[in-house]
């Protein structure tokens, strides 16, 4: 494998900012506006509660007019990486499915909850819908902290003989 990927400062930096960004937003809704919404209430909660209501909205009309065709493409395109990864010994396409293939598993457990609450959004409270996006919010969140344990762990293993700390175990 070459020794370019998972090595350089550059994918962990772009790794960290993947999903940071990933994280910010909770089916649509910003951390910060959940974030004020919980804290303030008023104002924030009623902006927070009528932004998530809509994107739950938008993520359902979308799901239902490509959501099979994307999902398709998107497992075609993990495939293809894995692919290159394994039989190919393409280390940056090991980063890159180490990447978007927890991605990909967070994203389709977030878009089946949100299709889920979106069913049942006019029995839904405002405060239960924030409590539920919070959820969502850590559950992203320990999705990330897992998948990047996991590419650490992977790297350590690919270039133990490389890693000065260990001594090359």
């Not at 930096?13 to 993947?18: I, W």
């Not at 998530?52 to 993520?59: D, G, P």
């Not at 409590?131 to 990330?144: G, I, V």
Request: contains cysteine.
């Amino acid at each position: 494998m070459d020794a370019s990927t998972l090595l350089s400062p550059w994918y962990w930096v772009f790794t960290a900012a993947f999903w940071a960004a990933s994280t910010y937003f909770s089916h649509g809704v910003p951390f910060d506006l959940m974030r004020r919404a919980s804290k303030l209430g008023g104002e924030d909660a009623e902006l927070c509660d009528r932004l998530a209501r809509r994107m739950l909205a938008q993520i359902e009309e979308r799901m239902a007019a490509g959501g099979h065709a994307a999902a398709a493409l998107a497992g075609f395109a993990l495939a293809a990486l894995a692919t290159a990864a394994f039989a190919g010994g393409a280390e940056w396409a090991l980063g890159l499915l180490l990447l978007l293939g927890p991605f990909a598993v967070t994203a389709a457990f977030s878009l089946i909850e949100a299709r889920r609450i979106h069913a049942s959004l006019d029995r839904i409270e405002p405060e239960r819908l924030l409590t539920l996006l919070w959820h969502r919010r850590w559950a992203n969140q320990f999705a990330a902290a897992m998948a990047v344990a996991v590419a650490v762990s992977v790297m350590t293993v690919l270039h133990r003989d490389r890693l000065a700390f260990m001594g090359g175990f």
